[in-house]
């Protein structure tokens, strides 16, 4: 049983920082590529972040957030942590943390598992 939860979102002005979190009560923490997603309304749900449990220093982020977002893993708390600064209004989604793959270059969810989410709103 897989229980995602993530936390952290909130309101922010341009240009501000956010903090995402994500616990799991399951297994998600023994998979490969752990990853951030995020949808906003009306758009499909986009891989933006990833990290390599099985190879040290080894990550994916989507061009989109390049420079700007840092995903990271504390193992001993088994959280998976999303650093966003210089937040721009287009950063507005809601995120979700789950399993992810990459294929033809793109993070995709490995098995569709979600959790509720964390809303981000940049203005």
């Known amino acids: 049983h897989v229980q995602l939860v993530e936390s952290g979102g909130g309101s922010v002005q341009a240009g501000g920082s956010l903090r995402l979190s994500c616990t799991d009560s399951?297994?998600?923490?023994?998979?490969?590529?752990l990853s951030w997603f995020r949808q906003a309304p009306g758009n499909k749900r986009e891989g933006i972040a990833g990290i390599y449990t099985t190879v040290s220093d080894t990550y994916y982020y989507a061009d989109s957030v390049k420079g700007r977002f840092t995903i990271s893993l504390d193992t001993a708390k088994k959280t998976l942590y999303l650093e966003m600064n210089d937040l721009k209004p287009e950063d507005t989604a809601m995120y979700y943390c789950a399993a992810g793959v990459v294929v033809n270059g793109n993070l995709i969810s490995l098995r569709n598992k979600w959790g509720q989410g964390t809303q981000v709103t940049v203005s």
């Open positions: 399951g297994e998600l923490m023994s998979e490969r590529l």
